[in-house]
């Protein structure tokens, strides 16, 4: 099985190898938990140590602020987008006829390699109901999988939901779910990563640590984390 | 009572013998448990072990994708389609009027006694209301009885529900339930099994430990598992 | 009070004898629990113990079904309805404007003394709200009161919930409640039964372990059952 | 303040005397816990203790049937409705526009002084929503101030809620709330009584037990029970 | 700051010397923790102690109740009625239109500094969500304060609910908040006050007991008290 | 990384600074929690402290009676207001058509630098859904970037919701996240404040105590907070 590696210290080890190729990946947690800065690091470590380009959608946030906040990470995406690497697009939700061709077409143009969609939670927002927002991802991840591209979809947790995705859809659509836990023991928070899922290959089954560092994303693949709930 | 092996190692022993010839099997658990590798493994030992043709049928994920998802423990399904002893029918649930009926007619043309239908989840979200798929799943099970098949159907959980099923009626309209956990203790995630209910048959009243190892689903009969909630 | 036993072992002394004639007894619990061989075994009993005619109207399941399924208790139904002792009725929940008048007349012609309804949440599902249900159970209770019947209904309690029946209705239009639970202790599931309340009459106020035998349910009276939730 | 006593065993002292006259009583709890048993020994010993003629509104059970049930603590409803000192009417929730004023002059016309409504979750279950339901209940409440009558009401708590009524207004819009419980501690289920309020007076603050004996219900005014939840 | 004290034994002091004149006081409680006592002693306070006027607008329950209820206090709300230093009004809560201004004009009339409006739930009943009772809490307040007085409003909570109001949006648009409870530890159940907020002031930070003594009621704001939940 | 004070004691010592310039800041916690002096001790210290202009734009209080209940901390927000330093808007909820473009036009022609919006509840309660609030959210923090704003908005939790916000979407269309807790343990109440996310940015992952002193809020950035839930 051919994999992916996500770059992010300590995390391809618990996903034994990497996310394998071809899979659509479900990054999901509360708010601050660092799903975007998990999916920039993916797509950045992509271009600059694997030579895979990469495309983001995002269906709220434009450009221009995540390339802004992406700076204390010393990733200059710009640069990157400039080099034809990488490609930004950004997507009304209100007005998403069109959307998945646009994608397509990026992805072709640029030879893409790793996707990014953030969030598909901002999307379910404006459709009508879960089963639809089911389907366009499973539609999604056959384009995505014809042109034999790895994506990362990003999914919100409610604080005081057991679920693991805003819709209760998501993670049974997609291939691989990690998910990032942000919770209280006594008066101190922390951090937690889970490999929930990976579709044919073995994973950690152990909740371990993580930090965002000023490198990004970095997991503790070594130590297990405790949460309460 | 004639028993319809699974041939998942441990499983048939926890069901003292099998599955009743003849029954509506449901698998349910949370994303990540690996349902859509039980069916398979239902249907490939079927073949290759007791001589008994299989058809799966899916509302979701494509043949391709789900072959290519096997071949980790070594289920070469292809050849078994070329052989017309797998039959692979693929649904979309928004256009499903004669798809029982198309059901029907492959088991009578390849002779097929497994059934499986991946998922239920996956169909109801496109029915109005949960009597309308319980009625569906029962005319359906007579179908099936009527037709000699044994069949294996899933339905999801969401994490947090305490329910058997997305929509608390497929566990009412089935003979035989069997839910996979994974939840977990501390740090660490396991997985476990039990036989809910079998119509008709004395089962195990424990719950066990299982993995998903490289043979596929491995049960471990004369463990007991532990989970929290 | 005149006392119709139900003949299940160990249960009529719950009871204190017996259900009081003419009452409406609601049989309820989790699939698995083994509500529909509860019903069976009353008739059954009825038929070959105490020389009571029976019917046994399902809103689901087909008779050819349900009397394969009690074969293995040694109960032939089928030679039963020969001897015009048993009589069953299958319903279409969808098609019910004249179910009570067919019900009515079965009675009225096999001389039948109980009666069976298997289950009121299959047709509580096409029943349009909770309150339409309670007065059709009711207007049913007057008639079968008429009859000097004493029915057994069951209804259907979904996991995770706390309430006693699928529509928190069912419970408080019947004379008669008996809960049927089936829950995990650590790795282990057990079986208890309760005998909730009995219209006019004292009643065990202990949970009892049942078990489902080879000669259908039988109750423990003398022992007690410990369940977790 | 001038009191009606219930002239049930014990509980007229944890009221400090009775019902203040002229108030709404709502008496609330799960199935089987013996609402119309209460309701019934109110009207019963109101007639015979203390010459106080009673009526009995039913929207859902015949006379016949209430009557019936009673027999067995020794009660002879038929022979008081025959001396008319007390009346049974019956009302079909679903047609009850004029149900008021039927109540209003039976009362004028048998000079009852004794009311109850059994119950008003029969009548909820066909209005549209719980501010009609708290309407009529209040003005309800007034009719029968005006006829200086004591009534007493019904309200079904449905197992596995917290609330004190099934529409979560009742308690609201009635005097005094008298909650009568039944809850399983390890594997025995028990009785208990608790006044919950009494407007404008002091009333025991504690939960008391109670049974249903043959005499009808008896409460322990001076023990204290302990429940679950 | 001007205070307004509500002269209630020891609430006074909870409050840092009473309610912050011209605010919009919330108290808010399950039935039978005494609400309508506290509002009626309030004003009776207002006029008896402090010589300022009262108006107490219902929207359920007929000022002879109230007042009826009130005189084992030994209130004699009719007499201050008389006296024109206190207006009691009654609006049907399915006519409001013009409610605010009969009760503005009843103000001006009666020169009234003390107001109260019991309850916003009854009227919230009849509003179709609760954005609307929020606006009308809301414009009821500058209403209010334009007239310079000081208005108490009653919330209800249903038990089991851990919300401070019926509809959770009462708290967010008054100024003050007092709560009310009444809850069971073990077999007693017990009353406890608390200051939930006091907008501009400091108040205790402790839940204090109170009774409903024959004087109204009693705060203890030295002792602590203890609820469960 | 330019950052903004908030001039709130301790408080900027917990984000390693300041609010990062530019971004959109959700304070929410349930009633009584100060939310409304958070911000205003926001704008207060911005002119006061450090010469930026600020706009208070509310959906619900009158700006007198804000500057009113300032009073109580020493903050005469009207010479601020004469001096042109601070601009109050007040906007009806129901008209909102046009408000960002008055608050942009305030902001230009004050060159205002820090902007609150309290709170962004009641505005919630107006539109038909989250999606819609969503995107109003996400639109506004453009607008604001663009105009090289820091804003502040409010948010409310109910008490016993679990959740971060009214609506569940607050918190992910804004960049950083500050809670405000109210708790009791055992009869006492306290406060204690996180900063749940600062976008780009590290910040104390400790939950600390404050109080609403004569001072405003004062953060103890050394002391850890306990609460129970």
Redesign the interface.
């Known amino acids: 099985?051919e994999r992916i590696k996500t770059g992010i210290d300590g995390l391809d080890e618990l996903m034994h190898g990497g996310i394998p190729k071809g899979q659509l990946v479900l990054v999901t947690g509360?708010?601050?938990t660092g799903k975007t800065i998990f999916c920039s690091q993916y797509l950045y470590n992509g271009i600059t140590k694997f030579k895979e380009n990469g495309v983001f959608l995002s269906f709220?946030?434009?450009s221009t602020?995540i390339k802004?906040?992406l700076k204390?990470f010393g990733w200059d995406m710009n640069s990157l987008e400039k080099a034809h690497q990488l490609s930004f697009l950004r997507y009304d939700?209100?007005h998403i006829e069109d959307v998945f061709d646009i994608l397509e077409s990026t992805i072709r143009e640029t030879n893409a390699q790793r996707i990014v969609i953030d969030?598909i939670?901002?999307l379910g927002?404006?459709i009508k109901?879960?089963?639809e927002l089911?389907?366009m991802i499973?539609n999604l991840s056959?384009t995505l999988?014809k042109l034999d591209c790895t994506a990362v979809l990003t999914s919100?947790i409610?604080?005081?939901?057991?679920?693991?995705s805003r819709y209760?859809?998501e993670?049974?659509?997609t291939d691989t779910?990690i998910v990032l836990y942000y919770e209280?023991l006594?008066?101190?928070?922390?951090r937690?990563i889970?490999v929930?899922?990976v579709?044919?290959?073995?994973h950690s089954?152990?909740?371990h640590p993580y930090m965002?560092s000023d490198r990004g994303i970095v997991v503790s693949p070594t130590e297990?984390?405790?949460i309460k709930s």
Do not use: C
């Open positions: 099985m509360t708010s601050g709220e946030e434009p602020s802004e906040n204390v939700p209100y969030s939670s901002a927002l404006h109901d879960s089963s089911r389907r499973f056959e999988r919100e409610v604080p005081g939901s057991r679920g693991l209760g859809v993670e049974f659509v779910v209280r006594d008066s101190t928070f922390s937690a889970q929930w899922k579709r044919g290959s073995e089954d152990k909740l965002i297990e984390a405790v």
